[in-house]
């Protein structure tokens, strides 16, 4: 039995065959509108979640499956303390797969460990979320053809955002890949990942402060959110606050085919005025999400 | 110079980290035997200078990927009649569970109850440890 609690539990063999079938299910629905008929995906959300969990439960829909679970914690049993291990164990008596979001890292991978269903892990703290990895992926495959030889820029928190994290992870393997780190200092990425992945695959990288210095370089953009709260002064938030919201201004300095991504939900990092641009590729990338989702529920329950 | 009686029949924990001696004595709770253990600290040492050493006047069973972890220059002799019938060189473990813990707050090790604290080798060279769970790295000293 298969888990997905980090990217790399998927092989890149298993990754394309995910890419595949994602492409076929886009192109033939209708084809796939039962094959997940009579099968229960049960949705543990330890922590708030809109689009992650609308888009597991429309994927599952979509399949024809059923849908049980809880959106937070406090109408759950959880309140009650009980353990990981035994709400895993119930609530796959009754389901076929779950897919769990909880605010503490390695939380779903713990779970794995204990289920007799497949456990998917829908972001765990500032960790890994490596359905949207999949989801972003499959976006950069669609739009560019490849997801080799590209310079990637990852703008914002990459301190705590997972996204990050597990798409640092999911492209290391890939060939000819540069990687371009744009945050503030206090929001660099952690040293585990540098260490662990990045120059552990020589992957040649850089760290800079400001989008406007590289984002012509760039192939993909990837943008997130940084928070006000996340600085540690004042002085630093309004010296670099502006460098991280991307306008048209901004994008003026960046190539043609750039492509913009975000795993959403956007505040105010990218205004408004860039959703018109053929560039930006976010809400294209939410419609992968679903399809991506569709494609591994069917995989994990062996239906298609 | 203190001499120690060798043993006939046990084992020698040698080239222990000066320090380290006494901590591998409380690990193996070697003060509730009832046979005879000679814990022994700052010995001298051609190769460290100074050493600490265990020797044991028993053949127990010996977690040797723990002793591993907690230093890894340890060399294991094994005593049969007065002579070294064996020499164990440790190494870092590839894994450790339930020996030390992982100290970030954001782990899901630092809620969840009865949770078994995993770490895995990520480099024999600096000695660093990831935590199983949340990835964060570790490196112990002694």
Redesign the interface.
């Known amino acids: 039995m298969k888990h997905l609690t980090d990217p790399m539990d998927l092989s890149m063999e298993e990754l394309e065959d995910l890419f595949k079938l994602a492409k076929n299910i886009i192109n033939n629905q209708e084809d796939y509108r039962s094959v997940c008929s009579g099968k229960i995906l049960a949705t543990l959300f330890y922590e708030p979640s809109t689009r992650t969990r609308f888009s597991f439960e429309a994927a599952m829909q979509r399949l024809g499956g059923q849908v049980i679970g809880f959106s937070e914690p406090g109408s759950s049993s959880v309140t009650k303390g009980e353990?990981?291990p035994d709400t895993i164990r119930t609530v796959g008596s009754y389901a076929d797969l779950i897919v769990m979001r909880?605010?503490?890292?390695?939380?779903p991978?713990?779970a794995s460990y204990h289920s007799l269903v497949p456990i998917v892990n829908a972001g765990?703290?500032?960790?890994q979320h490596p359905t949207q990895t999949l989801t972003d992926l499959l976006t950069i495959k669609e739009i560019k053809g490849e997801i080799s030889n590209l310079t990637i820029g990852l703008c914002g928190d990459l301190k705590f955002g997972r996204t990050v994290h597990s798409l640092i992870k999911a492209i290391s393997r890939y060939e000819n890949i540069k990687v371009i780190l744009i945050s503030p200092k206090e929001l660099q990425i952690p040293?585990?990942i540098k260490?662990?992945i990045l120059i552990k695959n020589n992957i040649p990288f850089l760290e800079v402060e400001t989008l406007e210095e590289v984002i012509d370089s760039l192939d993909v953009l990837y943008m997130t959110r940084v928070q006000k709260e996340r600085f540690f002064n004042e002085a630093d938030y309004i010296r670099l606050k502006d460098s991280y919201i991307l306008d048209n201004e901004k994008l003026k300095l960046a190539k043609s085919d750039l492509s913009i991504l975000h795993p959403l939900p956007r505040v105010n990092e990218i205004s408004p005025e860039v959703d018109n641009d053929p560039r930006a590729c976010y809400f294209k990338q939410v419609k992968y999400g679903m399809f991506i989702r569709m494609a591994l529920i069917a995989r994990l329950l062996e239906v298609a | 110079m203190l001499y120690i009686d060798s043993i006939s029949n046990g084992i020698v924990i040698d080239h222990i980290k000066p320090g380290l001696g006494a901590k591998i004595f409380n690990y193996l709770d070697l003060d509730k035997v009832d046979f005879t253990v000679a814990l022994i600290i700052n010995a001298p040492s051609k190769t460290y200078g100074r050493k600490d050493l265990i020797k044991i006047e028993n053949n127990m069973d010996l977690d040797l990927r723990i002793l591993g972890f907690i230093d890894s220059n340890i060399t294991i002799n094994i005593i049969r009649d007065e002579k070294i019938s064996e020499k164990i060189n440790l190494s870092l473990p590839e894994n450790v569970e339930g020996v030390v813990e992982c100290k970030n707050p954001r782990c899901i090790t630092s809620t969840e109850r009865n949770i078994v604290h995993k770490f895995s080798l990520v480099d024999k060279e600096t000695g660093s440890y990831k935590c199983d769970y949340c990835d964060q790295l570790y490196t112990w000293e002694g």
């Not at chain 1, 909880?102 to 939380?107: F, N, R």
């Not at chain 1, 765990?124 to 960790?127: N, S, T």
């Open positions: 353990s990981i909880h605010p503490k890292e390695g939380a991978k713990y765990d703290g500032g960790h040293e585990y260490k662990e």
